[in-house]
């Protein structure tokens, strides 16, 4: 990795690649951050020696998700009835970011969200498309979309509807309301729940023990495994 | 609160945009026909007045036992006759299922058969603690024909699902709940908490949001997840036009 980055920060230690949003108190997602994060996809390309990624926000959350504002076309030309700012623009910009997460997705090496604090919006549909999600106990979930008028765009409906089924999906997005870890667990959203102190370590030691031959469709194995190992020292474990 | 419209078994009230589709035929408000209410009907009732969600019920104390079964073997006779009905059955609720708006069925004592497929084709599904389910067509040499199979497939773990619909056992609103089945239970009445909730997701959103949110819930089940996501970036940007169509010609306005 060459390019500095401002809404981002990128270490590779022990192998590992740590991916932070990095636009702390709240870590919001912005224009910039979703340049510089398909930017970043890019260059991962090239980091062999990645053997797992974590994805986190610094500091105490792990963000509140995109400036919706910034999401809507600004001027209108009332003459040619074209928006100026058009929707293909923002189309074009979101399909862009519809990459940034196929990409994280896709890859071959664990991929996991370390949540902590809160995890909204455009936040939340970044996690659903990483492999696995641990949380702290404080974490907050919520996709407050349609309370704008707006919908998730960019995977939240359905990722939703394929982890938590269409009746959780449904209440979640056209209410709009935030809901804990615990419910979060429940709905099959997030995967374990921890000492908020605890999360990033141990996403860290998560990914480390999985096994070379790695297999994202084999995620639900390596997390029974895990958490059998582990048993007393997790604060809540998966339902099934 | 609208009039009140009694026809073919059913019971049609629309109360704050939220319509109530009772199943009438107490006590047991059972089907007469595999296509309870007749599809035209129901467009009838859905078209007539501009709403936010509909509420699936039963009058009195139980949702529905499903299907008559003597009006069941009368259509059986002819073998062309029943496809048919069955057909206009299965037709009726996917139409349910793909309404754009949300459903939630609210249940009540017993829910077997047929009433279970109705509630299966909602998108939510509510249940006071006396509620029981089951699929009894294996007692009667048949399975269940509306869809029951595939839909709780869909939700619900295989081997429970099999389990019931081979032995045609009852079972509980908190084992349905543990299998999926059900999506939550409620110690009011199901029938107000449906209307509660849907009041919930629903009130101070623009049609089109709602409208936009149901196509993307269906794309997730109906295309593949590229698509669905692909779809679900478009049904956003037109969201977003609107958006700022509306804010444009509002401070065009604004400067007259």
């Known amino acids: ?240 | 609160m609208s009039t009140e419209i009694n026809k073919n078994n059913v019971t049609w009230t629309v109360r704050e945009e939220i319509g109530f589709l009772s199943l009438d035929n107490p006590p047991e408000n059972y089907l007469e026909t595999p296509e309870f209410i007749p599809l035209d009907l129901l467009k009838d009732f859905i078209g007539t007045n501009p709403l936010r969600g509909m509420v699936i019920c039963g009058v009195g104390r139980h949702f529905s036992a499903g299907a008559k079964l003597d009006n069941l073997y009368e259509l059986s006779a002819d073998a062309e006759v029943l496809k048919i009905k069955m057909g206009q059955g299965q037709h009726l609720l996917s139409y349910i299922e793909n309404l754009d708006i949300p459903v939630i069925a609210a249940i009540k004592g017993i829910c077997f058969g047929g009433g279970l497929e109705i509630a299966l084709a909602s998108h939510i599904r509510i249940c006071s603690a006396n509620a029981l389910f089951a699929f009894p067509e294996v007692n009667h040499g048949m399975m269940p024909g509306l869809g029951g199979t595939m839909r709780s497939l869909q939700i619900s773990r295989f081997p429970e699902v099999l389990k019931m619909i081979l032995s045609g056992d009852i079972v509980n609103a908190e084992e349905a709940v543990e299998m999926n089945l059900v999506d939550k239970i409620t110690p009011a009445d199901p029938v107000e908490e449906a209307f509660l909730l849907l009041k919930k997701m629903t009130t101070d959103k623009p049609l089109k949001v709602i409208q936009s949110v149901m196509q993307a819930v269906r794309n997730s089940k109906a295309l593949p997840p590229a698509e669905a996501l692909k779809e679900e970036t478009r049904l956003f940007c037109e969201l977003a036009a609107a958006i700022a169509i509306q804010r444009s010609s509002g401070s065009a306005n604004g400067n007259e």
Request: proline residues 4%; aromatic residues 8%; charged residues 20%.
């Open chain 1, 1 to 240: 990795m060459t390019t500095t980055y401002t809404t981002i920060s990128f270490e590779l230690i022990d192998g590992i690649g740590h991916l932070q949003l990095n636009q702390p108190p709240s870590n919001e997602m912005t224009l910039d951050f979703f340049s510089e994060l398909a930017q970043i996809t890019e260059e991962m390309h090239s980091v062999s020696e990645m053997k797992a990624l974590v994805i986190s926000g610094k500091g105490r959350h792990f963000s509140s998700g995109a400036r919706l504002t910034e999401l809507i076309p600004t001027t209108w030309d009332g003459k040619t009835g074209t928006a100026v700012l058009s929707g293909s623009e923002i189309e074009k910009f979101l399909e862009r970011n519809n990459r940034s997460f196929l990409f994280l997705e896709n890859l071959e090496i664990p991929v996991i969200s370390a949540i902590r604090g809160v995890c909204l919006g455009s936040a939340l549909e970044i996690a659903l498309f990483t492999h696995f999600r641990f949380c702290g106990e404080d974490a907050v979930f919520g996709l407050p979309e349609t309370t704008f008028h707006l919908i998730p765009g960019i995977g939240g409906i359905s990722r939703i509807a394929a982890l938590s089924g269409i009746a959780n999906a449904l209440e979640i997005v056209l209410r709009g309301n935030t809901f804990p870890a615990e419910d979060a667990l429940k709905m099959n959203i997030v995967d374990l729940i921890l000492p908020r102190r605890e999360v990033v370590q141990r996403a860290i030691e998560f990914v480390k023990s999985l096994p070379a031959d790695y297999r994202k469709e084999k995620s639900r194995l390596y997390l029974r495994r895990y958490i059998n190992h582990q048993k007393g020292s997790i604060l809540y474990i998966e339902n099934s």
